[in-house]
Nanobody
Framework: QVQLVESGGGLVQAGDSLRLSCATS????????MAWFRQAPGKEREFVTA????????QYADAAKGRFTISRNNAKNTVYLQMNSLKPEDTAVYYC????????????????WGQGTQVTVSS
């Protein structure tokens, strides 16, 4: 019943921008904290950013600070990730996650996950 569907990934050049979307259904969206994680080939999944249900609190990994912005539109049950000044090191599959939390960088706190969207940044 609960579904999270990411979109917006693609192949871009270093320095470009990209906006990811995560559309949700089957949950009371505003009561869930949302997060983005990413996983590069051969590496473990890592935390990128998270936002509370109300949108008043957010958290960023050091690699994302100053370049990425998480936001949400509770009327549309959608969370976004705006990525600017992309680097080749940002290349990964990006996953959207939902949990009954405020903000957390622990993947174990999130109950629902999307299938991911590929972001590739060339140099």
């Amino acid at each position: 019943q609960v579904q999270l569907v990411e979109s917006g990934g693609g192949l871009v050049q270093a320095g470009d921008s990209l906006r990811l979307s995560c559309a949700t259904s089957g949950l009371t969206f505003s009561t869930y904290g949302m997060a983005w994680f990413r996983q590069a080939p051969g590496k473990e999944r890592e935390f990128v950013t998270a936002i509370s249900g109300s949108g008043q609190m957010s958290q960023y990994a050091d690699a994302a600070k100053g370049r990425f912005t998480i936001s949400r539109n509770n009327a549309k049950n959608t969370v976004y990730l705006q990525m600017n000044s992309l680097k080749p090191e940002d290349t990964a599959v990006y996953y959207c996650a939902a949990g009954f939390v405020s903000v957390s960088y622990y993947a174990e706190r999130y109950h629902y996950w999307g299938q991911g969207t590929q972001v590739t940044v060339s140099s």
